[in-house]
């Protein structure tokens, strides 16, 4: 059984910048795909980004060019690094992982789901 862990949510304002994190443990040779989705209240689960194997990362459209993932393959932990964040990115963040990658609007495919961690950005 695989366990996430997210660390690193919080308040900022807008423009500012938070780190996110994702430490998973267990049966982690099946975490080969790790992902990020969000969830803010009255709004559907929506999918910010998700790396593979290959270590080659996809991004939504909403976050391009201002959040990038990384992936430590050996310590099995991804880094999901917030920059110019805007109030609209105000949200519980969920950290998901499976053997392989699904796209984004197929999230609950993901077998593996941490508990979530708060990310508030404040006009």
């Known amino acids: 059984q695989v366990q996430l862990v997210e660390s690193g949510g919080g308040s900022v304002q807008a423009g500012g910048s938070l780190r996110l994190s994702c430490a998973a443990s267990g049966w982690t040779y099946n975490t080969v795909c790790m992902a990020w989705y969000r969830q803010s209240p009255g709004k559907e689960r929506e999918g910010v980004a998700r790396i593979g194997d290959y270590g080659i990362p996809t991004y939504a459209d909403s976050v391009k060019g201002r959040f990038t993932l990384s992936k430590d393959t050996a310590k099995n932990t991804v880094t999901l690094q917030m920059n110019s964040l805007k109030p609209e990115d105000t949200a519980v963040y969920y950290c998901?992982?499976?053997?392989?990658?699904?796209?984004?609007?197929?999230?609950?495919?993901?077998?593996?789901w941490g508990q979530g961690t708060q990310v508030t950005v404040s006009s």
């Open positions: 998901a992982a499976d053997f392989t990658c699904w796209v984004f609007a197929s999230g609950s495919r993901y077998k593996y």
